[in-house]
């Protein structure tokens, strides 16, 4: 099959999903991929405009890199991180992740100008993610951060920060107006905030 011809299906993006999915079990990966993949879906809705064939593949591909990084130092790669990080680091899993997904993406014959535009994404989504250089680079880098405003996200961000609750969504909270590149992305992790304070509230 000719990879100029093959078409881009939810087959196709749930192919991708399972040839990414082995290489998320580390730095809570497995958690944090699928809600990243429902946050930039529900992204996609609101911005009809961008590609889903870029967006899927790069937000599913986008922390494999970390397979390929000593398990010690995963930590010190949270870029933005309130207790400082190693940009090395960040780097380093973005650039092992471009390998590893442009072998996936090969594998699957996926059309090379999305493959390309995929791993543009991936190669800069922690390192430049204050810029934003596409609508789909935008909502893959919104999508990304924001499964850290819920119940989960929060609890595991804060133990790698070694924050308490209050802490972290207070750091969460002053990063509303600055680390998103959407207004839905903003408006989501307001409202997700939101809903984490009431849970732990309810539940404290």
């Given at each position: 099959m000719s990879e100029d011809r093959r078409e881009v299906t939810p087959d196709v993006i749930a192919e991708i999903y399972l040839k990414a999915e082995p290489y998320w079990h580390t730095r809570s990966g497995e958690i944090h991929m699928p809600q990243a993949y429902a946050y930039a879906?529900?992204?996609?809705?609101v911005y009809p405009e961008a590609?889903?064939?870029v967006v899927l593949p790069a937000i599913l591909l986008h922390d494999v890199g970390y397979a390929r990084v000593p398990e010690e130092t995963h930590h010190q790669g949270l870029a933005d991180a309130p207790t400082g990080w190693k940009p090395d680091i960040t780097r380093l899993h973005e650039q092992e992740g471009v390998e590893l997904a442009r072998q996936i993406l090969a594998e699957l014959y996926y059309p090379p100008t999305l493959s390309e535009m995929v791993l543009?994404?991936?190669?800069?989504?922690d390192t430049t993610s204050t810029e934003m250089h596409s609508i789909e680079d935008a909502i893959v880098?919104?999508?990304d951060k924001l499964w850290r405003f819920g119940v989960q996200g929060v609890n595991i961000c804060r133990g790698w920060v070694n924050m308490t609750f209050e802490e972290f969504t207070?750091?969460?909270?002053?990063?509303?107006?600055?680390?998103?590149?959407?207004?839905?992305?903003a408006r989501l992790a307001r409202l997700t905030l939101e809903r984490t304070r009431h849970e732990y509230t309810r539940t404290t």
């Open positions: 879906q529900a992204l996609l809705r590609d889903a064939g543009k994404i991936i190669d800069g989504h880098k919104d999508a207070a750091f969460l909270e002053s990063k509303l107006a600055t680390w998103f590149h959407t207004a839905e992305g």
